[in-house]
């Protein structure tokens, strides 16, 4: 049986020694703290033309977040090229022929990549939360203020998932290619304009995405945001039921299929 | 060692792989011959546990693949050139396959020098030349010191002096005691670098020989003739016991025969001869001929299609050149 340990070390030597780690992670981390920026700004300026129940209703520490919904689209390139390149290149025969325990060398990935894409999601989440409130000037929140610790971990919890999700489709799919064509648009429009659309938002509310990303909500109907049927960790939850499914339809894919 | 038993690969209703059962020993190099299409590379990606066979196994040193603890230190394989990321160094690409089966990382450096790509042991692997490619390959099978090695088409968009190398490499390797299996649809080359031979046509086996024994056979000679005077030489020749057969152009020829023999023979009776010549008929034909019915695409529609009534000719005929007849 193949060497838990020596199979880990093995994939973060591949994970490490390949340049789309770093410009796939470095985008999610500056694209998510420069646009969350941009717009903490721009709210800031702009707070007084807010209407009186859109007030009451701020959520400094969401809007401080906010550049996910772009910055998180790197962290889906992130888990998709990790799995999807053992594919693309050819390399998934030669890491076979290594380690044969397909769920040994499966889940070794996946949790090498996994733990990367968390620490930087992190990251991610805590500089865009100091720098949004930094920008907030006078509406801004503190990590000692109720809940807003469990959102900005969350925020973290949220990227690392959206890339453990991501990889689990890429090892059902077995393409970098038709795994990107379906998630970035996924997460990009589909999933959003259904969130805006009545009667499919009802639906759209249960998409990892939207769901997953109520942990990160301090002020539960801030921003004009539709009220949710579950809690931030309940949504929290939903996302990884989606992200348990994503990884075990990716574990009998590869335990079945002929490399 | 290796052994095949009743294996076999389907997809959907083809199929692809056809009860093979032969066994590659050890400290010889076994060429593993077929036509393009013949099952070759589906049969060794199984013998790695790549693909799951339909019915059938695969024992290496008497365990499944997947029991066997880290693997590259039993069984380095080659199976494409460009089985690596393109976007790793060579070294890392090595580097990352060796961690996983626990071999120390100055093995990394050694393979790399033993098939020469020090120099650009630190270059993205996608840059490489095919050969360049193929020398990675042949490294990772190297990596764990086995003493199982299979190579998949090697000589493949080689270059002469890149395929004089893998020669004397797989020859060496041999001579170390290690087992050897190596594919090709090229007679010409199993014929300089094999010992051992395994023939195999639309998945089934064919023949299971040594090579010295299908040379042997299979590599029929002959004495060619030409003469102006062509009635009477024949009539010569049948007093005489020979067995003439013509072959057009007015040439006839005799098996079995000596040209001192038959030169002479035709002296003392003073026929003029245009031509006297030892032929040997090639390997390659020997190997067309055994594969004719067993080919998959055919260059011209006239030929029979694989499937309707090709499989009883070769399948008759199989055991003449095999110790171990087919499954079927």
Known sequence: MASVPAVLQSEWTKIRTVSSTSWTLASALLVTVAMSAAL?????ATFDELSPAERATFDPTFISFSGMILGQLAMVVFGVLVVGTEYSSGMIRTS???????????????????????????????????????????????????????????????????????????AMLRSSMLSLGILVPFFFLISQILSAVPKAKEVAKYFPDQAGAKIMQVVPEALNTEKAPYGPWGGLGIMLIWVAAALVGGYLVIKKRDA | MIELEGLTKRFGTKVAVDHLSFQVRPGVVTGF????????????????????????????????????????????????????????????????LAQSNRIPERRVAEVLDTVGLTSVARKKSKGFSLGMAQRLGIASALLGDPEILMFDEPVNGLDPEGIHWIRN?????????????????????????ADHLIVIGQGRLLADTSM??????????????????????????????????????GTLEIDGATTESLG???????????????????????????TAGAVEYHAHGTDVHPGTDSGPRWGDQAPRWGTTSQGK
């Open chain 2, 169 to 193: 490499l797989m020859k060496a390797l041999a001579a170390e005691g290690r087992t050897i299996f190596v594919s090709s649809h090229l007679m010409s080359e199993m014929a300089l670098t």
């Open chain 1, 96 to 170: 076979l022929a290594a380690v044969p325990q397909r769920a040994t060398f499966l889940f070794s990935k996946i949790a090498v990549a996994a733990a990367l894409a968390l620490v930087v999601g992190l990251a991610t989440s805590f500089l865009s939360f100091f720098l949004g409130q930094a920008l907030l000037g006078e509406h801004r929140t503190t990590l000692g203020a109720d809940n807003v610790l469990r959102a900005v971990i969350g925020g973290g919890l949220y990227m690392g998932l959206i890339a453990l999700f991501s990889m689990g489709v890429a």
């Open chain 1, 40 to 44: 903490c700004a721009l709210m800031k």
């Open chain 2, 33 to 96: 011959l077929g036509p393009n299409g013949a099952g070759k590379s589906t049969t060794m990606r199984m013998m790695l546990d790549l693909d799951n066979p339909t019915s059938g196994r695969v024992r290496i040193d008497g365990k499944h693949y997947r029991d066997l603890e880290e693997p590259l230190k039993y069984i380095g394989a080659l199976l494409e050139a460009k089985a690596m990321h393109g976007g790793r160094s060579a070294y890392n690409n090595l580097l990352c």
């Open chain 2, 212 to 249: 010295a024994d299908f040379i042997q056979r299979n590599s029929r000679s002959f004495v060619r003739l030409r003469s102006p005077q062509q009635e009477r030489l024949r009539d010569l020749l049948h007093e005489h016991g020979y067995q003439a057969v013509e072959s057009g152009n």
């Open chain 2, 264 to 290: 002479e023979l035709a002296a003392r009776h003073q026929l003029v001869l245009h031509e006297l010549s030892a032929q040997r008929a090639s390997l390659e034909e020997a190997f067309m001929q055994m």
